[in-house]
């Protein structure tokens, strides 16, 4: 290799902002609940979030096509299917009852 360096490689990968909200029937925050990806078009770990005291997990994801599964209190459970962009903010509600 004659003493030269190699660089590593970078590649960037857009990521945006996912809001996702999980409610009840009656439309009240599920603070707590368990968040975990159902369904994935893009790589994603297997590991269950928390929501948090307003029942909102906040994530950056990379464009793809996603559908999250949330379980709340009394075994309610819930999923929603979205597209992320990689670029603009998106909302994900997401109802268990």
């Known amino acids: 290799m004659g003493g030269a360096r190699r660089g590593l490689a970078e590649c960037t990968v857009n990521r945006a902002p996912v809001r996702i909200a999980v409610v009840d029937a009656h439309g009240r925050s599920v603070p707590e609940a368990t968040v975990s990806v ?57 109802t268990v009852g």
Do not use: N, W, Y
């Open 38 to 94: 159902v369904a994935s078009s893009a790589p994603f770990p297997e590991i269950a979030m928390l929501t948090d005291e307003f029942g909102v997990l906040e994530l950056l994801l990379p464009e793809g096509r996603f559908t999250f599964g949330a379980h709340g209190s009394a075994d309610r459970k819930g999923q929603a299917s979205f597209e992320c962009d990689g670029e603009h903010a998106t909302e994900c509600p997401i």
